[in-house]
């Protein structure tokens, strides 16, 4: 499975940014795709998931700011980062798995077979 995000810069607090993610598990009929960001010092955290079947989970720290969405079309993963704060300046990893999502994937990166190389985000305050 192949993955590769873009559209990672560098943005001031309140900005937006839009990530996009293509990969080939669109290829399969059930899977998972989803979100994961590090910063320097941190753990790894869980952003979003969204997965075949439609459903959607998110984090608490970004619930309301960022929106997962896909273009299957496209074979595109997008997750749309509103209201930024200087907390979420971080490596941001783009992720699958074959099958559907669930709810508690997004707290385990354990889960996820494939990873993306990362698109960096800063948020300057």
């Known amino acids: 499975v192949q993955i590769e995000e873009s559209g990672g810069d560098s943005v001031q607090a309140g900005g937006s940014l839009r990530l996009s993610c293509a990969t080939s598990?669109?290829?399969?009929?059930?899977?998972?795709v989803g979100w994961f960001r590090q910063a320097p010092g941190k753990e790894r955290e869980g952003v979003a998931t969204?997965?075949?079947?439609?459903?959607?989970y998110y984090k608490d720290y970004v619930k309301g700011r960022f929106a997962i969405a896909e273009d299957k079309a496209k074979n595109t993963v997008y997750l749309q980062m509103n209201n930024l704060e200087s907390e979420d300046s971080a490596m941001y990893y783009c992720?699958?798995?074959?099958?559907?999502?669930?709810?508690?994937?997004?707290?385990?990166?354990?889960?996820?077979?494939?990873w993306g190389q990362g698109t960096q985000v800063t948020v300057s305050s």
């Open positions: 992720v699958a798995v074959r099958g559907v999502c669930l709810s508690f994937y997004v707290d385990r990166p354990d889960k996820f077979s494939y």
């Open positions: 598990i669109y290829t399969y009929s059930k899977y998972c």
């Open positions: 969204i997965d075949s079947d439609g459903d959607a």
